[in-house]
């Protein structure tokens, strides 16, 4: 009874916990999710996208992005009081909810010769289900314009600098993914009061301020391209790791912005 006990005290402090108190992420369940995260994202190219002869480009990122606003905003609706807490839609749950609901219709799509006409359609519809409840609670969208200000300024400088020296173009939708997600975060830390919930970057902010994001995201994203490119040879399954950046960027980059016009 006694081991019984420490395994559930040291779940449910590190895991189940934060999940329902929003008090954040710490070494622990950063380390088990990034770990989790890694191999989904390998065995997911392997064992679905590679045999299903999915090519991995633009029409995939924009198949899997429904999905991503629907479980994206899913999540805001939770921490707005509006959707029952349940694991299944907070955080790291919704990413295996939206995981179970996509693959079906990217196999439908393979093998109806469809791709990716239905995996669009679908997630489509749950996208507007969830941003409809979403605009119909809505409060204060002050936050939303803000964001789109910040947003709209990074892009500019990162499509500049794209043009001035160019990348993998598939690199670009985590970027740009990622430079939204930023300026939800510095508006909903600078300008209202929120708090960072993850490991790292909540201490990073409190020495430095909400705009460390900026030079942090950039070294973090220019890290990650340069080791995929020597880690990752397949140029298939290294183009799927975009993805997977892409998706860890527009996920936050959506549902931050929903929070607050909701005032969570």
């Given at each position: 009874m006694?081991i019984e006990?420490?395994l559930w005290?040291?779940?449910?402090?590190y895991?189940?916990?934060?999940?329902?108190?929003r008090?954040?992420y710490?070494?622990?369940?950063?380390?088990?999710y990034?770990?989790?995260f890694?191999?989904?994202?390998?065995?997911?190219?392997r064992?679905?996208i590679?045999?299903?002869?999915?090519?991995?480009?633009?029409?995939?990122?924009w198949?899997v992005?429904p999905m991503?606003?629907?479980?994206?905003?899913?999540?805001?609706?939770?921490?707005?009081?509006?959707?029952?807490?349940?694991p299944?839609?907070?955080?790291?749950?919704?990413?295996?909810?939206?995981?179970?609901?996509i693959?079906?219709?990217?196999?439908?799509d393979?093998?109806?010769?469809?791709?990716?006409?239905v995996?669009?359609?679908w997630?489509?519809?749950?996208?507007?289900?969830?941003?409809?409840?979403?605009?119909?609670?809505?409060?204060?969208?002050r936050?939303?314009?803000?964001?789109?200000?910040?947003?709209?300024?990074?892009?500019?400088?990162?499509?500049?600098?794209?043009r001035?020296?160019?990348?993998?173009?598939?690199?670009l939708?985590?970027?740009?993914?990622?430079?939204f997600?930023?300026?939800?975060?510095?508006?909903?830390i600078?300008?209202?009061?929120?708090?960072?919930?993850?490991?790292?970057?909540?201490?990073?902010?409190?020495?430095?301020g909400?705009y460390?994001?900026?030079p942090?995201?950039?070294?973090?994203?220019?890290?990650?391209?340069?080791?995929?490119?020597?880690?990752?040879q397949?140029?298939?399954e290294?183009?799927?790791?975009?993805?997977?950046?892409?998706v860890?960027?527009?996920?936050?980059?959506?549902?931050?912005p929903?929070?607050?016009?909701?005032?969570v």
């Open positions: 006694g006990k420490a005290d040291f779940f449910y402090n895991f189940w916990e934060p999940m329902f108190t008090s954040g710490n070494a622990v369940n950063t380390f088990v990034a770990l989790l890694g191999l989904g994202v390998i065995y997911s190219y064992y679905i590679k045999p299903l002869k999915i090519k991995v480009d633009e029409r995939l990122f198949a992005t991503v606003v629907f479980g994206a905003t899913v999540r805001a609706l939770v921490d707005g009081g509006i959707l029952p807490k349940n299944l839609i907070l955080t790291p749950g919704i990413f295996f909810t939206a995981f179970i609901l693959v079906p219709a990217i196999v439908a393979a093998k109806l010769r469809t791709y990716p006409k995996t669009i359609v997630g489509t519809v749950l996208a507007l289900w969830a941003n409809y409840v979403l605009v119909t609670h809505a409060k204060d969208w936050p939303y314009e803000l964001t789109l200000i910040h947003t709209a300024v990074s892009w500019a400088v990162v499509l500049a600098f794209y001035w020296r160019p990348f993998d173009r598939l690199y939708y985590p970027v740009l993914a990622h430079y997600d930023i300026a939800s975060t510095v508006v909903g600078h300008f209202y009061g929120y708090r960072e919930v993850h490991w790292i970057e909540s201490h990073l902010v409190s020495w430095f909400a460390i994001y900026y942090w995201i950039t070294l973090i994203l220019i890290v990650v391209y340069y080791a995929l490119q020597e880690l990752v397949d140029e298939e290294r183009r799927f790791w975009y993805l997977a950046v892409y860890l960027g527009l996920g936050p980059a959506i549902r931050d929903a929070q607050m016009i909701l005032q």
